[in-house]
């Protein structure tokens, strides 16, 4: 691997490194799931929910509070079926509570 001594731009990184071109493609991935679901989302929650990692056909969704994660709880599977619907797939949604940083 050649050592570079100048800064090149993240993509250009992620392109040129396996393992960041799979870490990139799995956040975009992550990201189209949560795009596509967004309007399924009751507005109040929107913005207490971010996409998390995909791992084996199963997502997970970063939530900032218990009481979002009960909700979500509840529409995980029409969300899932929508996503199927979409061709998206994914075997299971799983629902994460962020902790919080003091």
Known sequence: MQRRH????LQQAAQE???FALLASR???SSA???????LLPAPL??????????EGSWCLLVSSN???AKLRQLTP???AH??????QVNAIRIKVQNRSL
């Open 78 to 80: 029409a969300l899932q």
């Open 27 to 29: 956040v975009r991935e």
């Open 67 to 69: 009481a979002v994660a």
């Open 46 to 55: 929107r913005a207490s929910v971010q996409a998390g990692p995909i791992e």
């Open 33 to 39: 799931r949560l795009l596509a679901i967004r309007g």
């Open 83 to 88: 996503l199927n619907q979409k061709g998206l």
């Open 6 to 9: 100048h800064p090149i731009p």
């Open 17 to 19: 490194s396996p393992t």
